[in-house]
């Protein structure tokens, strides 16, 4: 599991969801991230979006399966190189 702190003052919206959406589709495992205690589906744009992410929300990425660690980081990087 990888931590990211958002960055951007507009939060997470839907580029950078789109971003992650389309990332995380092309791993074959599973992938969630993570705020609080909730669980949010990182396949989905529409989950994403839900997670209603601000600036200086803490996000964890967790995945299942092959890969896992590498999908993590790079998911990881998108969300602390997001700017806008």
């Given at each position: 599991?990888?931590?990211?702190?958002?960055?951007?003052?507009?939060?997470?919206?839907?580029?950078?969801?789109?971003?992650?959406?389309?990332?995380?589709?092309?791993?074959?495992?599973?992938?969630?991230?993570?705020?609080?205690?909730?669980?949010?589906?990182?396949?989905s744009?529409?989950?994403?979006?839900?997670?209603?992410?601000?600036?200086?929300?803490?996000?964890?990425?967790?995945?299942?399966?092959?890969?896992?660690?590498?999908?993590?980081?790079?998911?990881?990087?998108i969300?602390?190189?997001?700017q806008?």
């Open positions: 599991m990888q931590e990211a702190i958002v960055k951007s003052k507009n939060g997470i919206h839907a580029r950078p969801a789109s971003m992650i959406a389309s990332l995380a589709n092309q791993y074959s495992g599973e992938i969630a991230l993570i705020k609080g205690e909730k669980s949010y589906n990182a396949k744009i529409m989950s994403i979006m839900s997670m209603g992410l601000q600036e200086n929300d803490l996000v964890k990425v967790e995945a299942k399966g092959d890969g896992a660690e590498a999908i993590e980081l790079e998911i990881q990087k969300i602390n190189d997001i806008e």
